[in-house]
């Protein structure tokens, strides 16, 4: 589930500055998202792949029982992608290039983990990602390899060990800090009802029946929930980018609930403008 069209309250300005090879355009242009033009046999064995990378049921109700400590240090391969990746959402890839085809050799017989941090050609490569595990996979006769992958713990990138054959960087993982006396329970459904109106909007403009509303926490923790709402802002990575960078679970709820507001209030009134104008 992607929301439509995102009006952030931010300048969506990172907050650390990119450390790795920030003056290059997407030096990794090897993966591909699965697209709707994806070959029939493909999204026959893959099928509605986009539709489960935002579904709330792939969110842990709470984070792992054995979380890695913030300050271990450990190495990862690392992915630059064009995209951003939450703890929890699930990640449709394809791999072709012959260096990460050996990669992905290589994780098959390991622990199936490597990290994504987020690329383009105006920041850069960010120094915040989130462990990407290797949920499904499926090698074809040319090598090539089709993935399913889920999010796991948030790393930020404090050492690269090498870039050849691949990228492999030391990271640290990152935890949200405690909120102090917030209501995180409150603003998780506030945040859950703006959601919900700007769903309910946004298929009335499209012309589309309404339909009862969903439950979209599910009985999810503020945290995993926050990663979820998140994930759903597909159309404003760098927006996602800053939000995955968050320690602190009020803020980046507060920051998702602001930014839903102007996106409720933008829908509000176009769909004002088509009531007085129906033809426009």
């Not at 630059?80 to 050799?105: D, K, S």
């Given at each position: ?7 952030p309250?931010?300048s969506?300005s ?53 979380h ?16 951003v ?16 085809r ?6 098959l ?5 490597f ?13 915040v ?12 006769v ?33 935890e ?38 969903l ?13 979820f709402?998140?994930s ?17 679970t ?29 033809s426009?």
């Amino acid at each position: 589930m992607a929301l439509p069209q995102l009006i952030p309250s931010h300048s969506s300005s990172l907050t650390h500055q990119p450390s790795i090879n920030p003056h290059a355009a997407n030096p990794y242009p090897i993966f591909k998202p699965f697209s709707k033009s994806s070959s029939l046999s493909q999204s026959r064995r893959f099928h509605r792949l986009n539709t489960l990378r935002c579904s709330a049921s792939s969110f842990p109700e709470n984070h792992h029982t054995e979380h890695p400590k913030s300050d271990d240090v450990v190495e990862l391969p690392i992915f630059p992608l064009p995209l951003v990746l939450f703890p929890g959402a699930i990640l449709p890839l394809q791999i072709f290039e012959f260096r990460y085809r050996i990669t992905m050799h290589t994780l098959l017989h390991t622990d199936l983990r490597f990290g994504v941090i987020y690329s383009d050609s105006v920041t850069g490569t960010a120094d915040v990602g989130c462990v990407g595990e290797i949920v499904k996979h499926e090698r074809l006769v040319d090598d090539r390899f089709f993935l399913i992958c889920k999010g796991q713990e948030r790393f930020r990138i404090t050492n690269v060990v090498r870039t050849k054959p691949y990228l492999v960087a030391e990271v640290n993982w990152l935890e949200d800090r405690p909120s102090g006396s917030e209501d995180l329970d409150g603003l998780a459904n506030e945040v859950e009802s703006y959601m919900k109106d700007v769903i309910r909007l946004s298929n009335r403009l499209k012309g589309k029946q309404e339909k009862e509303t969903l439950d979209l926490r599910r009985n999810l923790f503020p945290t995993p929930f926050s990663f979820f709402v998140g994930s759903t802002f597909e159309g404003a990575p760098r927006e996602q980018q800053a939000l995955l960078e968050l320690e602190d679970t009020a803020i980046r709820l507060k920051r998702e609930k602001e930014t839903l507001r102007n996106t409720l209030n933008y829908l509000s009134a176009a769909s004002a403008v088509k009531h007085v104008f129906p033809s426009s």
